[in-house]
């Protein structure tokens, strides 16, 4: 019984993915969230979670959503929120986010199977140093406050945490988070049939790689 958390932002123009304006308007930057919110949604949907938590900052849900809990987000820097959520959970708890749209079903299935006796956590980078996945058997919310985010060595900070605190880790797949118009394009190159990639090259020449 494993809970399935999703942290995600409303697609507003100017409230995600701002770093890829320019070349992408505004417009067209909140767009590619959405479509990257949606191949996630859709990439755990068939996931056995017994608890599906959406936690969100804004005010209207995403489509594919209807089957989640909707918690909205506390304030307060990313490590506290990220404290918040897993405070309210109970068991095996895995985090994702919604900047990964190459991210497939079968890269978080471990999790979702019975943990080997000597795992305690599942530990997923990302390209960018930060991380796109945490899975914790007894969620704590103080083994993430504290832990600097949206730097390079996030992740490697976020591993020592749950080492030091005795925790036994395992790795997930590196996988692309989309900050910059080159990693949008290095994403749909990874996963062409998706949402994001058709999104992505609708936006034709203006989505250059600079």
């Not at 989640?68 to 990220?82: A, C, F, K, M």
């Not at 959970?89 to 471990?110: F, H, N, W, Y």
């Not at 305690?120 to 991380?131: M, V």
């Amino acid at each position: 019984m494993t809970t399935l958390i999703l942290i995600a932002k409303e697609c507003i123009p100017g409230n995600v993915k701002t770093r890829l304006h320019p070349p992408l308007t505004l417009e067209q930057a909140a767009t590619l969230a959405a479509a990257s919110l949606a191949d996630t949604l859709a990439a755990v949907a068939a996931l056995p979670a017994s608890r599906r938590i959406l936690a969100f900052d804004g005010d209207n849900s995403p489509l594919g959503s209807e089957s989640y809990e909707v918690i909205h987000q506390v304030s307060g820097e990313l490590d506290v929120r990220l404290g918040a959520i897993f405070d309210q959970c109970s068991g095996p708890t895995v985090l994702i986010g919604m900047d990964t749209p190459q991210l497939e079903a079968r890269m978080l299935a471990p999790v979702f199977e019975d943990w080997p006796d000597d795992v305690d956590a599942w530990l997923g980078f990302a390209n960018d140093g930060g991380y796109w996945t945490l899975a914790l058997a007894d969620p704590r919310g103080d083994l993430i406050r504290g832990v600097p985010m949206s730097r390079d060595d996030t992740g490697a900070l976020q591993l020592a945490r749950l080492s030091d605190a005795g925790l036994r880790v395992r790795l997930l797949p590196e996988l692309v988070d989309v900050d910059t118009i080159a990693d949008a394009h290095a994403v749909a190159g990874i996963a062409p049939n998706g949402s994001f990639a058709r999104t992505l090259a609708g936006f034709g020449g203006v989505a250059g790689t600079r």
